[in-house]
């Protein structure tokens, strides 16, 4: 009987567009993904058991964040839970009353009783399901702004290395996802307990009834249990193995309608080639949406004969004894009542329990990375650092990346005086930027030291360290908030004026370009979200300078600042960075253009991670023989003065007889 058997991982039918398209099968596979098939490994008896941990594991959650909407859930639910019993009782009173009226209609005022109980037991089950309803509603989002602030938190706190740590970004990647769950973790839980209750009252009344009837009510339930798990776990596996599909199918019909692909849609004949690729991917998904149909028909019809065998075994028995007298008609008819109830209950706690089962995954991911993080995170106290270090001295410094078998920067030695300005140059994967990284303090020497005056940085207050620094790289952040946080958020701690935001924005040469905006500095910069402006590279780059020079840090760190400017802009925002040196700063400057580090004290040559000359401009060129930086500055300056005019070959056209 293949409907019996556990739902397996089966190879979906792989389309030609899939092959054609995306070179194969679709599949999805990222970090959250991990769980996927979670579902799959709970079996009836298993989610049964371990319902108890995780609706522990949810209350504790939920305790720590709201306990008084927490407290209100479990009274109501559990009063519910009572309310149901007595329901029960209440109609087999009734039942009694009637049937001991028989054709008496006078007799039926015994059951008024019973009926008034009912009555009363409804209304306060409607208010105890509307007061648990208000509470989760209340503690759901709590839970969840909990959790969130835990992970955010924790992931602003953490080392730059474990940012790059690629076991490490995995997780960060999968826990984000706890926060949501622990969300939907609390309305399961109602739920399970809701249904665990019901099945407990429909059990009570009839074992109170009659105890024999208690296991025909797991005789009736197991097959409707069985089966709505089953239904589950196959769209599950159905709907986790064909969503990358669906994901393909979405990707052809957005840019059928794409603003950036309707070029070549119309010019290229493109729309109509992926208008017939998404029928050819529609059809497959379709069969598969046929499949699922079938197996749902031939589950639900197995589970319904194997329910109905139940029944049947049931009500002979009840038929029997009632029979033999030991069971009253009215018994009879409330313990249908119960045991249909009971059956109701366990097919909405089959499918909370596998919901809870694959929320719980993700939220111990979430309690996993919470303790990794804090392996990882920043040390908050440590030496305190010298409100401007005379000088900044680097000995023997070494730096691996993770994963890396050689080492980014190795055995680099020199030292930075307050009132300097230096420059670091050498080709690309040289060191330079990481070299960077080290001076700010987002990694750590492997070997080596980095003192600011006396104070080896791997012991000092690094938070105070980061609050001496300031970084602007060529892929600064672009926030999308307005103008003016944008150059606030370089010191976003410190409230500042007007005033204060447009004189680093003139310093920067960014106030014409903010004045010419919608709002001005009002501005938001933004393009996704209504009414959002958008600057060019260039643009941004003299906020970025204006973001520096509001910072007013004592050590400024440029990393390839003028990337996106023009020639003269970039000659402009160079003065701008050299004019931010003064004696109570100090500049690291981190550039390509050879041109822009001649007026700087002192220039630092890095190759392969080494650092393999030093010295001034002057100094470096007169160097016999000549030095690698006065190789490289000569180099570009003749691809700027003396490079020839290209010309671009046309392809011959063979002779025709006309041209001939």
Request: hydrophobic residues 45%.
């Amino acid at each position: 009987m293949r409907v019996l058997r556990r739902p397996r991982l089966a190879e979906p039918k792989v389309s030609v567009s899939e092959l054609e398209l995306f070179g194969g099968p679709l599949r999805y596979d990222s970090g959250w993904s991990k769980h996927e098939y979670a579902r799959l490994e709970l079996t009836l008896w298993e989610g049964v058991k371990s319902l108890p941990g995780l609706v522990r594991q949810t209350l504790a959650l939920a305790w720590r964040t709201d306990r008084r909407s927490l407290i209100t859930v479990s009274v109501t639910e559990v009063g519910q839970g009572v309310a149901a019993a007595v329901k029960l009782l209440a109609v087999n009173a009734a039942l009694h009353a009637v049937v001991a009226a028989g054709t008496d209609v006078r007799g039926l005022r015994d059951a008024l009783p019973a009926v008034l109980l009912m009555a009363v037991v409804l209304c306060v089950n409607a208010v105890l399901a509307s007061l648990s309803t208000a509470a989760a509603g209340s503690l759901e989002p709590k839970v969840e702004r909990a959790a969130s602030e835990q992970y955010l938190a924790a992931c602003q706190r953490v080392e730059m290395a474990a940012i790059e740590d690629g076991a490490f970004r995995e997780l960060i990647d999968r826990a984000q996802y706890g926060a949501t769950e622990a969300r939907h973790m609390i309305g399961s839980t109602v739920s399970a307990i809701n249904s665990v209750l019901s099945l407990i009252a429909s059990g009570g009344v009839l074992f109170v009834l009659n105890p024999v009837l208690l296991p025909m009510l797991l005789l009736i339930v197991a097959p409707r249990g069985w089966g709505v798990l089953r239904v589950a776990q196959q769209r599950y596996l159905s709907t986790m193995t064909w969503i990358e599909h669906l994901r393909g199918s979405r990707v052809l019909s957005s840019l059928l309608t794409s603003v950036t692909a309707a070029l070549e849609v119309r010019v290229h004949g493109v729309g109509t080639f992926l208008l017939h690729h998404f029928k050819i991917m529609s059809h497959t998904s379709e069969s598969e949406q046929e499949r699922l149909a079938k197996d749902k028909a031939r589950t639900e019809l197995a589970a319904s004969a194997l329910q109905g065998v139940g029944y049947l075994l049931t009500f002979t028995l009840m038929i029997g004894l009632c029979l033999t007298g030991h069971m009253s008609v009215a018994v009879f008819g409330t313990a249908t009542m119960a045991i249909n109830s009971g059956s109701a209950g366990i097919g909405a706690l089959v499918s909370t329990m596998s919901q809870l089962h694959e929320q719980s995954l993700y939220v111990h991911d979430l309690t996993d990375f919470l303790a990794k993080a804090k392996k990882w995170a920043i040390p908050e106290n440590g030496l305190p650092l010298p409100e401007r270090p005379r000088s900044i001295r680097l000995e023997k410094v070494g730096f691996r990346y993770p994963g890396r078998d050689e080492p980014a920067v190795k055995d680099v030695s020199f030292s930075i005086g307050l009132g300097s300005v230096i420059a670091l140059v050498g080709p690309n994967g040289s060191g330079k930027s990481t070299l960077v990284r080290l001076l700010s303090g987002l990694h750590l020497p492997g070997d080596g030291h980095i003192h600011w005056d006396d104070v080896d940085v791997a012991q000092a207050d690094r938070q105070e360290l980061f609050g001496h620094v300031s970084l602007l790289t060529q892929t600064f952040e672009r926030w999308p908030f307005t103008a003016a946080a944008n150059i606030r958020i370089g010191q976003p701690e410190r409230e500042a004026t007007d005033e204060e935001l447009q004189a680093s924005a003139v310093y920067a040469g960014a106030d014409h370009d903010i004045t010419a905006l919608p709002r001005g500095m009002n501005t938001l910069l933004g393009k996704q979200f209504r009414g959002g402006s958008d600057l060019s590279g260039g643009q941004w780059q003299k906020i970025g300078l204006a973001r520096a020079h509001f910072r007013d840090a004592c050590v400024v760190i440029v990393d390839e600042p003028t990337s996106a400017l023009d020639p003269d802009a970039e000659q402009r925002a160079f003065d701008q960075i050299l004019g931010l040196a003064g004696p109570d700063r100090i500049i690291v400057l981190v550039t390509h253009r050879m041109a822009a580090v001649r007026h700087v004290d002192r220039i630092f040559v890095m190759d392969e991670g080494r650092l393999v000359e030093q010295g001034s401009h002057a100094e470096l060129f007169a160097a016999e023989p000549p030095s690698r930086y006065a190789r490289m500055y000569r180099l570009q300056a003749e691809q700027y003065e003396h490079e020839p005019a290209r010309t671009v070959p046309r392809p011959t056209r063979p002779a025709t007889a006309e041209s001939s």
